[in-house]
């Protein structure tokens, strides 16, 4: 098991950016993909972003393309989140996910609050 551990949340107005870091514990960190999942009030957990071990390739989701980009680095056992041209639809908790290999994402963080107002 590996831990994970968020920064970067916090308040923005619509428009604005934040980068969200997620520290792994993991030994062989290029071992694991690694995701950003969301929930927002009221509503269920969503996938916004992920970086593959397989290929490195990065998938995101369709409402955040283009306004967010997922990098890490397996130097830093570190994966990060930019979050450009926010709005409120974006507010929720943040939460980073890694899974060795192709197990999925089995490991989570505690989460970190983003609230964007307009």
């Known amino acids: 098991q590996v831990q994970l551990v968020e920064s970067g949340g916090g308040s923005v107005q619509a428009g604005g950016s934040l980068r969200l870091s997620c520290a792994a514990s993991?030994?062989?960190?290029?071992?694991?993909?690694m995701g950003w999942f969301r929930q927002a009030p009221g509503k269920g957990r969503e996938f916004v972003a992920a970086?593959?071990?397989?290929?490195?390739?990065?998938s995101v989701a369709g409402p955040v393309k283009g306004r967010f980009t997922i990098a890490r680095d397996n130097a830093k056992n570190t994966v990060y989140l930019q979050m450009n041209s926010l709005t409120p639809e974006d507010t929720a908790v943040y939460y980073c996910?890694?899974?060795?290999?192709?197990?999925?994402?089995?490991?989570w963080g505690q989460g970190t609050q983003v609230t964007v107002s307009s």
């Open positions: 996910a890694g899974g060795v290999r192709g197990s999925g994402f089995k490991d």
């Open positions: 970086s593959w071990w397989s290929d490195r390739s990065a």
């Open positions: 993991a030994r062989t960190f290029s071992d694991y993909s």
